[in-house]
Nanobody
Framework: EVQLVESGGGSVQAGGSLRLSCAASGYTYSSYWMAWFRQAPGKEREGVAA???????NYADSVKGRFTISKDNAKNTLYLQMNNLKPEDTAMYYC?????????????????WGQGTQVTVSS
């Protein structure tokens, strides 16, 4: 059974930083993309960043230059370093795995999802 467990969310002031983690079990992401998505209340889910087994990555324009996606293959863990956070980054953040379309930030192409971790940025 595949499990994705996110952690690292919290409340920070604008300009602050957080690092999200996604621990994967029952899954080896050697061949597929993994990604972070987010969803704010009343808004549609938004792809944030994606990474493949070779470390190639793709970012939403809204987070380029501020967020960095990475992974530790030995620990089977995905990360999202978020710097210079803005109030508009406030959302529930989800880890997704087994992306079948290269570099996609569309959630329909991911087969496994975590439960999410809340990020709240105050002004």
């Amino acid at each position: 059974e595949v499990q994705l467990v996110e952690s690292g969310g919290g409340s920070v002031q604008a300009g602050g930083s957080l690092r999200l983690s996604c621990a994967a079990s029952g899954y080896t992401y050697s061949s597929y993309w993994m990604a972070w998505f987010r969803q704010a209340p009343g808004k549609e889910r938004e792809g944030v960043a994606a990474i493949d087994s070779d470390g190639d990555s793709n970012y939403a324009d809204s987070v380029k230059g501020r967020f960095t996606i990475s992974k530790d293959n030995a620990k089977n863990t995905l990360y999202l370093q978020m710097n210079n956070l803005k109030p508009e980054d406030t959302a529930m953040y989800y880890c997704a795995a087994e992306g079948v379309v290269a570099a996609s930030l569309d959630g329909v192409y991911y087969n496994y999802w975590g439960q999410g971790t809340q990020v709240t940025v105050s002004s």
